[in-house]
C-alpha cells in the first residue's frame, strides 16, 4: 500500500488559469454552448463531455467554454462540473448561475462525499458474491490533518445493514526524505469482530497489529447489554517485539450507572518509579482519577524502597488518603507506615505513624495526630517496644499550641532487668 501526500502547485499559475476560465464563462453566449439564440443569458449544463480523471490531451477539460481546453494533467475531474486543479480546494461549476466557485463543506459525488480540498471522506462500495448477486457493502471513511491521510477504517455490513467487522487504519507514518518521501512508511491496524444475540451486539473482539513488524500490539473485547450499551470492556498492550504484555485497561459501568476504568502496567521498569494501578471515574465527559499506585524500584539493590497509595477526592487533584510505605535496602522489611486524611479543602485532619525495627520485624512506635470537634490539633505518642532497663514512656499526650507540641499527659515507668 502506498499513499502519497498531496503535493502544493504554483500558486500563481493557479490563480491566472482560474482567472481566465471565469472570463471566459462570463464571456460566454448560449449560442456558443447549446445553439440557443445569442440574446438569451441561459448557462451552459456543463463544461465539457471529458471522462472522469486527469486531464489530457485525449481528455481535455471546458472545452465548452475555453478556445484552448486544459489537458495539463495538475486538473482531475471528480464528477460532472466538479474539478480539481492545481489549487489546494475543489472548484464546482454551478450551472444554474454559470459561476464558477469553491465549496465551504463536503461535496458529494456519485455517493462519495469528499472535503473541499478533494480529499475522500467518506464512499460506499457494494460487495457481491461469485454470481453477482448483492451481499453487503463496505463503507470506507478517512481522517486527514491538513491534506495528509492519517487515519481510515473500513466496516463490512451485510445486506440487512449489520456490522460485521471493521478494518481500522492509524498512526500513519510517511517517509519524510529520501527517493521514498512522502509515501507510507509504517501503520497500525485493528480487526474488530462482532458478535449478536437477538440482532443487538453483545461482543466486539479486535486484535491490533504493528505493519513493521507484524506482531500483535493490542487485544480488546468490548461487552454490550441486551440495548447494545457498552457495560465492560477490556484492552491490552504488547510489546511489538517481545509479545510481552505491557499494560491492560478495565473499563466498567457499575449498577449506579456510573462509568469507571482501571489501569494496570504489567511491564514494571526496572530502575525508578512505577505505577502499577490507576484508577478512574467518567465524569462530565472526562476520565478523573480517584486512586494511584506507585512505588520505586532500585536495581542496584534489586528492591523496592517505597510504595504510596492515594485516593482523591470529587476533583481528581485533592488527595483524601495516602498511604505510603519505606522499606530497609538491606533486608527489605518496612521500617514506616504512614495513613494521611485529608479533607475536600486539601487540609490534613489525622495522621497515623508506625515506625519498625527491620532486623527483629517489629513494630516500634506508634503516633496518632488528630483534630477534635473544637479545631485543636492533637497527637498522641506511643513506645511499643519498652526497655528492659531504665525508664520508659509509653504513652504520651501532646496539644499543638503558637505552633509548638506541649505535652498534655505522659506515662512513665522504671523497669529493672
Do not use: C
Not at 486543479?85 to 454559470?98: C, D, F, R, S, W
Not at 491534506?147 to 445486506?159: A, G, K
Request: proline content about 4%.
Amino acid at each position: 500500500m502506498r499513499i502519497r501526500r498531496k503535493s502544493r502547485k504554483l500558486f500563481y499559475f493557479s490563480i491566472s488559469l482560474l482567472f481566465i476560465l471565469l472570463i471566459k464563462i462570463g464571456m460566454l453566449i448560449p449560442s456558443e454552448a447549446d445553439g440557443a439564440d445569442s440574446g438569451g443569458g441561459t448557462p451552459p449544463p456543463r463544461l465539457d463531455d471529458a471522462a472522469i480523471g486527469q486531464a489530457s490531451v485525449s481528455n481535455s477539460f471546458f472545452d465548452y467554454v475555453l478556445d484552448t481546453p486544459i489537458v495539463d494533467s495538475t486538473w482531475y475531474k471528480m464528477g460532472e462540473n466538479v474539478y480539481k486543479g492545481p489549487t489546494e480546494k475543489l472548484v464546482i461549476y454551478n450551472a444554474q448561475t454559470g459561476k464558477f466557485g469553491h465549496p465551504d463543506g463536503p461535496v458529494i459525488v456519485d455517493g462519495t462525499i469528499y472535503d473541499e480540498y478533494g480529499n475522500i471522506i467518506e464512499k460506499i462500495v457494494p460487495l457481491y458474491d461469485s454470481s453477482g448477486n448483492p451481499i453487503g457493502y463496505e463503507k470506507w471513511t478517512y481522517v486527514y490533518d491538513g491534506t495528509t491521510l492519517v487515519e481510515y477504517t473500513r466496516s463490512v455490513y451485510n445486506m440487512a445493514g449489520t456490522l460485521n467487522r471493521s478494518y481500522r487504519y492509524f498512526d500513519l507514518e510517511y517517509y519524510t526524505s529520501g527517493p521514498n518521501a512522502g509515501e507510507l512508511k509504517n501503520f497500525k491496524t485493528t480487526t474488530t469482530d462482532f458478535y449478536y444475540r437477538d440482532g443487538v451486539v453483545y461482543l466486539s473482539v479486535g486484535n491490533t497489529y504493528d505493519s513493521e513488524t507484524g506482531n500483535r500490539i493490542g487485544y480488546s473485547t468490548v461487552y454490550f447489554d441486551a440495548e447494545g450499551n457498552e457495560i465492560r470492556s477490556y484492552t491490552y498492550v504488547y510489546d511489538s517485539v517481545t509479545g510481552r504484555q505491557m499494560s491492560r485497561t478495565d473499563v466498567w459501568t457499575d449498577s449506579y450507572g456510573n462509568k469507571w476504568k482501571r489501569k494496570y502496567d504489567t511491564s514494571p521498569t526496572k530502575d525508578g518509579l512505577n505505577v502499577p494501578r490507576e484508577d478512574f471515574r467518567f465524569v462530565d465527559g472526562q476520565w478523573v482519577p480517584t486512586y494511584r499506585e506507585t512505588y520505586n524500584y532500585d536495581e542496584s539493590i534489586h528492591r523496592v524502597t517505597n510504595r504510596t497509595y492515594v485516593h482523591y477526592h470529587a476533583d481528581g487533584v485533592t488527595e483524601s488518603q495516602r498511604t505510603e510505605y519505606t522499606y530497609d535496602p538491606a533486608t527489605g522489611r518496612k521500617t514506616s507506615y504512614t495513613v494521611s486524611y485529608k479533607d475536600a479543602d486539601g487540609i490534613e485532619t489525622r495522621r497515623d505513624e508506625y515506625t519498625y525495627d527491620p532486623v527483629r520485624d517489629i513494630q516500634t512506635s506508634r503516633t496518632n495526630i488528630w483534630f477534635d470537634s473544637y479545631g485543636n490539633k492533637w497527637k498522641r505518642a506511643y513506645n511499643t517496644v519498652p526497655s528492659v532497663n531504665g525508664e520508659n514512656i509509653p504513652r504520651q499526650d501532646f496539644i499543638l499550641r503558637d505552633g509548638q507540641w506541649v505535652s498534655t499527659y505522659k506515662e512513665a515507668y522504671t523497669y529493672n532487668e
